[in-house]
T-cell receptor, first 110, second 116 residues
């Protein structure tokens, strides 16, 4: 049972480049989330998907887009990366309150 | 406006002693509270939770206390072990009907160091 998986684990981008972070869960959860973690800032919600076919903005959505491809997969896209998007990105899924997290993607934008 | 606050960025405790991590919240809509543990280069993992209708929940060495009137919760680890050294995040949950999902609001974390 893999839980929540994320790819890639590490990525370096130049300013202006685009990329998609992938997330998949095998727990049959309806809700999925994308967070970013910055030093001293805790976890901040970027986007979430309450169920397949729906997505909504979280606390810090600017510069990001998401796609809920199916019940298992939820991707995060950076269309034009900026140095301010250097962060660690976590995907999570949940059935009710308790969320299960993936191992994270460490992204550096130069 | 920070709705969940962990006022201690770090805490050092001797092995075998008690670790007490604190968390305060402001939003009365929160009805479920969770603690997550995070090691470097890993995702947060769920540790223990408590519903707002309870004031205490125990799981082995870990106990969470909730004081609803003070909007305060604490995590007690007894006895503390070196393997407990990690960042601990407090999180508060509410169901947002418009969004159709539960959402967590996280504190900024407390880094616990257990000294052998």
């Amino acid at each position: 049972n893999a839980g929540v998986t994320q790819t890639p684990k590490f990525q370096v981008l130049k300013t202006g480049q685009s990329m998609t972070l992938q997330c998949a869960q095998d727990m049959n959860h309806n809700s999925m989330y994308w967070y970013r973690q910055d030093p001293g800032m805790g976890l901040r919600l970027i986007y979430y998907s309450a169920s397949e076919g729906t997505t909504d903005k979280g606390e810090v959505p600017n510069g990001y887009n998401v796609s809920r491809l199916n019940k298992r997969e939820f991707s995060l896209r950076l269309e034009s990366a900026a140095p301010s998007q250097t962060s660690v990105y976590f995907c999570a899924s949940s059935a009710v309150s308790e969320q299960y997290f993936g191992p994270g993607t460490r992204l550096t934008v130069t | 406006d920070q709705q969940v606050k962990q006022n201690s960025p770090s805490l050092s405790v001797q092995e075998g002693r008690i670790s007490i991590l604190n968390c305060d919240y402001t939003n009365s809509m929160f009805d479920y509270f969770l603690w997550y543990k995070k090691y470097p280069a890993e995702g947060p993992t769920f540790l223990i939770s408590i519903s707002s209708i309870k004031d205490k929940n125990e799981d082995g060495r870990f106990t969470v206390f909730l004081n609803k009137s003070a909007k305060h919760l604490s995590l007690h680890i007894v006895p503390s072990q070196p393997g407990d050294s990690a960042v601990y995040f407090c999180a508060a949950s509410a169901f947002y009907s418009g969004a159709g999902s539960y959402q967590l609001t996280f504190g900024k974390g407390t880094k616990l160091s257990v000294i052998p």
